[in-house]
């Protein structure tokens, strides 16, 4: 399991396993807080092409899905 901190998450860096779309590298571009201090919110940005997804924050902890970092 990837380790991620809420707190952290803006501006990093990610490999998706499985690449579509040519689309392999990826930033989290914004993300969004509640009163709570829970994320509401996780987009990430494709660095080839700057495609923008809306994502659950957490399928980033998954191995399987995301790798911590370009590589």
């Known amino acids: 399991m990837n380790k991620i901190s809420p707190k952290k998450l803006l501006h990093s860096k990610w490999t ?3 690449v579509s779309n ?3 590298h ?3 571009s914004c993300v969004e807080f509640d009163e709570n ?3 509401i919110e996780c ?3 494709a660095v080839i092409n700057n495609n923008e997804y809306q994502i659950n924050w957490r399928d980033l902890k998954d191995p399987r899905q995301w790798k911590t970092g370009w590589q």
């Open 37 to 39: 201090h829970s994320v």
């Open 43 to 45: 987009i990430i940005t």
């Open 26 to 28: 990826f930033v989290v």
């Open 22 to 24: 040519k689309e392999k």
């Open 16 to 18: 998706k396993v499985i």
